[in-house]
Nanobody
Framework: QVQLVESGGGLVQPGGSLRLSCAAS????????MNWYRQGPGKEREFVASITRTGGITQYADSVKGRFTISRDNAKNTVYLQMDSLKPEDTAVYFCKALFGVYSYWGQGTQVTVSS
């Protein structure tokens, strides 16, 4: 059974940091590119960051470039999103997505709220 379980969300003040984790099971994690998406209140889901199977290439949305860092540990079947210098506009539910060709899996999401 495929599972992607996000964790690490919460309430943080502007300028603060959070580290999200996404633990994968039920598929060959190291064969899949991994992505983070987010959906803010009243907004469509949007791409945040991606990382290739070996972690050699990462990409970021312009809105998070320089503040967020995606990484992965294939030995632990986990992908991370380090979020620094958080802004209120980063408030959203954050989802991880596994992608391999036509196959994709989504997690259930974790809430991140940036507010003073």
């Amino acid at each position: 059974q495929v599972q992607l379980v996000e964790s690490g969300g919460g309430l943080v003040q502007p300028g603060g940091s959070l580290r999200l984790s996404c633990a994968a099971s039920g598929f060959t994690f190291s064969s899949y590119g991994m992505n983070w998406y987010r959906q803010g209140p009243g907004k469509e889901r949007e791409f945040v960051a991606s990382i290739t199977r070996t972690g050699g290439i990462t990409q970021y949305a312009d809105s998070v470039k320089g503040r967020f860092t995606i990484s992965r540990d294939n030995a632990k079947n986990t992908v991370y999103l380090q979020m620094d210098s958080l802004k209120p506009e980063d408030t959203a539910v954050y989802f991880c997505k596994a992608l391999f060709g036509v196959y994709s899996y989504w997690g259930q999401g974790t809430q991140v709220t940036v507010s003073s």
